[in-house]
């Protein structure tokens, strides 16, 4: 069994955001970039699946969209434990681009499940796992927070509003992964970064699909009121204020 | 020409996300100039289906059939384009909630449609179709251009205010046309009863590991449950174990909107205010003054909350007395 695991190149999470050219793009300088934390425990349990014995998992690859300058970010998935990676040079810009460049991926090479995160920590889009189910036809389960392969079958968690179900689901299919699948993101060990400097990196060059949107600007998030300080000998006073002048309880 | 709108049911029932779904589209229907029409999937009566009148809505679809159990992304995005085809959809309408994450990005694939997820409000012109939606976690705004004959929307809960305008619903109950068969097989299900639902509640009262243990959640709880709010928690409890994984709301837990959100001895990292910040109020409870929780919060207390929190309890309860 072959599972792909779709990564995206986000800045760090403490990164404070800055832009820069009018709001039009991000200041990316300074900028720590990391795999994004929900393609990182996609990819740690990947990698406990393919090492518990009687999964059948026998090689996780990871999948990029983007330019060479991704390529620290993909030699980390590579540190971690991933077998081999593959990247569409692009420098892709919306989730219906990513999704149709991953997808070609699928066309070429043979897997049996691919694992995207629930969303990026940049555009919080949660676009292009279902996209990618999408042009590749093939079905997916989204929101799953628990993965099990045992002879090549699988099962799933899913997390439904207010509720958990579990499922078999037949591959080939398109996992899309929140929280709970994995414990902790794995840490590359030296040995680890030793050997990913010599793991394949595949090149393939980008098909034309169009994206479908365009970010015009951003915009920082409106300043809140400052907080506004009750002394701790009076608690009353604060559910005074909420009812009388925020009026919220 | 119309905008669809697909509102889920839970159970066969409704909530306030619901309404705001239909606000949302009838009043997204008038700026292109076209009927909302609702698209309801499932097991639903009648007078529940009629509830969608208040809002605007005057023409409810509703579909029902094999295959739409367990829940298959792809079996539904086949069925909803379908109708979104036939009746000429300019827009569709989603929830930025798990389903309606897993539905939009098939369906904008599907009709070639331009998607912005957890949008907020309603877009800011039409020709060309810009819209608003959080980035960076909940730290910058994106104005969006969407591209394609079709536009898909999710909304983000609790964003958009309902609109009342009471009138006649018409409902037409069809056949649902599946092109697709569910894939999986449910093998077991658990449903949360009882308890609000915390991605739906309008207040919630959260603790961090300034709660020092498990064993102190009590007040919190009952704060919680006097206000009709639900509970949370902050990454490091619930990774500690010391409350279920379903309370962690934070960049990589939940993100919630609730009206009121009050965190107990919570120091306010980014990765846990990207879940929460866009709450309507922001109260924070810390013994450290500089906690970076007070920049997000509108009220604040500085001390001990095993010495606040029963003073915030005996409040409530003279409140409601």
Redesign the interface.
Known sequence: MRILVCISNVPDTTTKVRFADGNTRLDTAGIQWVINPWDELSLTRALELKEEGGSGVEEVVVAHVGPPTSDPTIRKALAIGADSAIRVNTGASDAFQVAAQLSAILKEQSFDLVLCGIESSDYNGSNVGGMLAEFAGWPSVSAISGLAVAGGEVSVTREIDGGREWLRVPTPFVGIVQKGIAKEPRIASMRGIMQARTKPILVLEPDDTAPLTRVLDFEPPRPRAACKFVDASDPAELIRLLQNEAKVI | MSVIVYTEN?DGKFKKLSFELASYAVSLAEMLGTEAIALSLGDVGDDELERLGQYGIRRVIHLSGEGLA?????VA?GIISHVAAREGARALVLA????G??????L???L???????VHQLPSSINPF?V?????????????????EIKVLTLAQNSFDLVEQAGEVAISREEAVAF?KP??????????SGKV?L?DA??VVSGGRGMKSPGNWGPIEELAEL?GGATACSRPVSDEGWRP?EE?TG???KVIAP??YIAVGISG???HL?GI?SS??I??INTDKDAPI???????????AA??LP??V???K??KS
């Open positions: 839970w367990p829940f298959d992304s792809q995005a930025n909630n798990n389903l994450k897993a539905l939009a990005p098939r904008s694939v599907r070639k449609a331009g998607l912005a997820s957890g810009v608003s939606k959080k980035v960076y976690s909940g730290n910058a705004f994106a104005r969006l251009e969407l591209q394609g697709e894939a999986a097989e449910l093998l077991e299900s658990h449903k949360q639902l991605s309008d207040i206000l994984h962690h960049q990589t837990g009206n009121l990292a980014t990765q990207a910040s309507k109020y109260v924070a007070f920049e997000a919060a509108q009220y604040g207390i500085v001390g001990d010495k606040i003073r915030l005996e409040a409530v003279a409140l």
